[in-house]
């Protein structure tokens, strides 16, 4: 693309979007064509990674969700085309920048696990690996939050409204999935993912569901409106919104349902291909098919192959089972045992009673398998794909799989150690780690552009941006005074560029020269955001009671969306938000703190973020987060490390050392033997403080407007639960006090800009093996066993 070409075009890319001329066009309508001028451009290409890849060896990257973030910026920046773009807008008088916030997240993902495929998708393309993602394209994503009083609100989040050019429908294309009581289209819409430097296009393929007949022409003639569409909104239901509350039955029923949904279209697909491609014996498929499932989400898969192995192919049990255990690997992403899916026999009985046949024939044959190995009746009924009226997803993946990866280290080990120990006594053979990465060229190059442009110009060229360690080459910038001196005016200016945005985006005031402290991630009790909100409540009543102390200025940011189903992490947003009313409402205290809660956070709030952020917490329970991916995006960016040894902070710190990170906190394998003696009652009657910002949940100094919500977040502290987690699950009151000194430290530490500085360096140079490029290269080589196809 020429430079003439983009300027040339563009304007009339967007009177084919606006029907009028440029000058009377909206920004909306400007984006939308300079995205419609993108896709024109990487068509050619697209078309020909697609029909190279269809050849050979192919890897399937199977995942409920995908949260890509915007795309326009990132196309435009792995096509070298920024500067192009910047000057064709300014023809007619328009900053790129404001049509780049016209574009909305592309809403198809939650946290970290969508995230995760993202940056996997983004590394496969620039590494020109034949890798295509399969998912949902849900109509609604998780939900747009907002505050009320302080309480989340969930409102659905229309992002494909006004249209997005960045996802093609291919009607001719479509297929058909069956459920026992509803026949559905699954037509496929496909995103193309980009590679950095390079002419391949790799592919997301994304599916919704339609009906059969648009609508009862019947009933509508004969003034039956309602009755004309019920069928058309039950089979669109299926597509409407990530992960349902599944709290009630029905709830269930459509998790499942979406599910074997995008399972089974993904499957046809890739037995037609074959067939097209290799001819009609499907002996060969696992040959070149290697599907990656990413978490439980997409386990149905297993059951379903072998259904179309055996019904439409005519195939013999032992012929699809030897398929199906050489085609598949599972990506384990949690400790924790309830996210370990388990579904009632009656859901699968109701939606597809062949495929729970197929399930209770790989039960009855596991038990036999494990017989002849000589495993007790206990571990056999414990390992079982079915017991107690449930089918366990995590077992079918783990024994049809071939092979089984933690996303860290520790979440590996633990694995193997606690909670898939049975599994690797039989089968040592398929566990591997994978340590989590992210994408460089998101994560860095797009999102810290000041940042980036001082990396190339000390490395004397971009290669870091495909090739992360590179980075290493400038670790000897880190004692030199002037390259210390531009890191502090980055970061500073990032910072005034964060203070700007959130003025504009919630009307909210902070200092930018005060320390950012940041925790941004899913809300959920283990990763302990109370932890930190317990932190600010003791941090406000000590600044009270020593307003001469040496109190740095901080502002504390946060970022989460809790699930609608969970009422005690929507009691921590409340909580959060009362502690900062409590402290803006404060003369004294606001002149030293700010709280921020950002709304609606998602891929672009992060990318104003973490580039200005000063301090990263990761102070999950250790043992709890897999791996964490946040924490390598803020390591990239310069911000130091404050967490716990779980997940991957333990690489993390290994490869930074502990001078350039603030680790505080009980060690997994500590946790146990403290758990025996353990009082969270006399921790709170001991350690100063605590009880002083405890007792304010329920005192009357925060509100929860009668809900009970601070009683319930207390009696959790205290008492544990009636199913059984023991009175402060997640030890947060004892790291509490660890914690507290190693944070107090860390904000004293702050005030030596030059010494900072110097971690910071060490942080960014060494954050090489946290690329996802590294990840992705380890999956093609140990597992898919994929060559790179270039265009």
């Known amino acids: 693309m020429s430079a003439s070409n983009l300027s040339d075009n563009l304007g009339a890319f967007v009177r084919s979007e606006s029907g009028r001329t440029p000058e009377a066009s909206t920004l909306r309508e400007f984006w939308a064509g300079m995205s419609a001028e ?41 096509l070298g085309k920024v500067e192009e773009a910047r000057a064709a807008l300014a023809q007619f008088g328009i900053e790129l920048t404001d049509v780049l916030e016209e574009e909305p997240d592309a809403a198809l993902g939650n946290g970290g696990l969508g995230r995760l495929a993202a940056c996997f998708l983004d590394s496969c393309a620039t590494l020109n690996l034949p890798v295509t993602g399969y998912g949902i394209l849900y109509r609604y994503g998780l939900f747009k939050q907002t505050f009320e009083n302080g309480f989340q609100r969930e409102h659905p989040d229309a992002w494909m409204e006004e249209g ?18 509803m026949q559905v289209r699954a037509v496929p819409y496909d995103m193309p993912i980009t590679g950095y430097g390079t002419k391949n296009v790799g592919t997301l393929r994304l599916w919704r569901s339609e009906p059969l007949e648009e609508f009862d022409y019947d009933a509508f003639n004969s003034q039956r409106f309602t009755d004309a569409i019920v069928e058309r909104e039950r089979v669109m239901d299926l597509c409407r919104v990530l992960y349902p509350n599944d709290t009630t039955f029905e709830g269930k029923v459509l998790r499942v349902r979406q599910q074997y949904f995008f399972t089974s279209a993904s499957l046809q697909e890739m037995i037609d291909n074959y067939l097209k491609q290799h001819g009609e014996d499907l002996k060969g498929f696992s040959k070149y098919n290697c599907i990656q499932l990413n978490d439980t989400h997409p386990v149905l898969a297993i059951p379903e192959l072998m259904r179309l192995l055996l019904d439409e192919h005519g195939m013999t049990w032992e012929d699809a089972w030897e398929i199906v255990t050489k085609t598949f690997a599972y990506t384990n992403h949690t400790v924790l045992a309830e996210a370990l899916e388990t579904w009632p026999i009656p859901i699968f009985e109701r939606l597809f009673p062949r495929v729970l046949e197929i399930i209770y024939e790989i039960d009855r044959r596991f038990r036999l398998d494990l017989r002849e190995r000589g495993c007790d009746e206990g571990k056999i009924n414990y390992l079982a794909p079915v017991k107690d009226g449930m089918v366990h997803m995590a077992w079918i993946a783990c024994y049809a799989s071939f092979s089984i990866n933690g996303v860290a280290a520790l979440h590996t080990e633990i694995l193997k150690r606690e909670t898939l120990h049975d599994w690797y ?43 992360l360690d590179k980075l290493t080459e400038l670790e000897k910038f880190a004692d030199d005074p002037q390259v210390l001196s531009w890191v502090t005016e980055i970061k500073d200016a990032n910072k005034a560029d964060f203070a700007k945005w959130i003025e504009k985006r919630q009307g909210i005031k902070v200092d930018p020269t005060s320390v950012y402290d940041v925790q941004i991630k899913r809300l959920h009790e283990y990763k302990r955001q109370l932890m930190n909100a317990l932190y600010i409540l003791d941090l406000y009543y000590r600044i009270k009671e020593n307003p001469e102390g040496n109190w740095p200025k901080r502002t504390f940011i946060f970022g989460a969306k809790s699930a609608p189903g969970y009422v005690r992490a929507k009691a921590i947003i409340k909580l959060i938000n009362e502690i900062g009313r409590l402290i803006s409402q404060d003369e004294l205290v606001s002149k030293f ?5 950002v709304e609606n956070y998602n ?34 960016n310069g911000a130091l490390t404050l967490g716990t040894l779980d997940g991957a902070n333990v690489e993390i710190l290994d490869s930074v050392g502990e001078e350039n990170a603030y680790i505080f906190g009980l060690k997994e394998e500590e946790l146990p033997e403290y758990r025996a003696s353990y009082d969270p009652r006399g921790t709170y009657e001991t350690v100063p403080g605590l009880k002083r910002a405890l007792d304010s949940f329920v005192d009357g100094t ?14 959790s502290l205290f008492e544990g639960t ?14 509490f006090d660890a914690y507290r000194q190693t944070r107090d430290q860390m904000a004293l530490d702050y005030a030596n800009r030059n010494e900072w500085a110097r971690k910071c360096w060490i942080n960014i140079v060494r954050s090489g093996r946290f690329s996802s490029d590294r990840t992705i290269g380890d999956y093609a080589r140990e597992v898919w066993k994929l060559e790179e196809v270039k265009i």
């Open 593 to 597: 703190l700010t709280v921020v809660f």
């Open 164 to 181: 997005y050019p960045f996802v093609i429908r291919r009607e001719e294309e479509q297929r058909r999935v069956s459920f026992a009581d």
């Open 722 to 735: 009636p199913w059984g987690d023991p009175a402060d699950v997640y030890f947060v009151l004892a790291d």
């Open 603 to 636: 891929v672009s709030p992060a990318e104003h973020i973490i580039p200005a952020a000063d301090i990263s917490e990761q102070i999950s329970t250790a043992g709890k987060e897999a791996s964490g991916t946040s924490n390598m995006k803020f390591m990239m």
């Open 425 to 467: 006594e039989i089968w040592p053979e398929r566990f591997n780690n994978k340590t989590n990465g992210v994408t460089p060229r998101r994560w860095l190059n797009q999102c810290n552009p000041r940042l980036s442009a001082l990396l190339t110009e000390l490395l004397g060229s971009d290669a870091w941006v495909s090739d």
């Open 702 to 715: 925060l509100n929860d407007e009668g809900t009970g919500m601070f009683h319930d977040l207390l009696n």
């Open 38 to 78: 993108v896709m024109s451009e990487i068509a050619d290409d697209w078309h020909a990674t697609r029909e190279a890849y269809a050849q050979g060896r192919q890897e399937h990257y199977l995942s409920a969700e995908f949260l890509e973030g915007r795309a326009l910026l990132n196309n435009l920046t792995n």
